[in-house]
């Protein structure tokens, strides 16, 4: 059975997730292997929610651009409002 539910009750991209956590931490980690591959590169995150992970990633991997995604516009106002 698929549940459906309005967007205005969806506050799924509102929450921290521990893998967007899990994955801020590999971007700040200064002997990552994910520096080289977002240095300089245009990326783009589908779903970022809050934004925890694109942030990490804009701060410490300096991607050329990066723009941050979300289905629903209560999380992607929040985004815009925090950052």
């Excluded at 899990?22 to 245009?42: F, M, T």
Aim: aromatic fraction near 4%; charge should be negative; proline fraction near 2%.
């Amino acid at each position: 059975m698929l549940l459906q539910t309005e967007e205005e009750d969806d506050t799924t991209g509102l929450g921290i997730w521990c893998a967007s956590i899990i994955l801020a931490r590999w971007c700040a980690d200064a002997n990552s292997s994910a520096l080289p591959l977002l240095r300089g590169v245009n990326a783009i995150e589908l779903g970022s929610g809050v934004g925890v992970s694109g942030l990490a990633a804009a701060l410490y991997a300096e991607p050329k651009r990066l723009i941050l995604t979300d289905l629903h516009a209560k999380t992607v106002r929040f985004k815009q409002e925090t950052t």
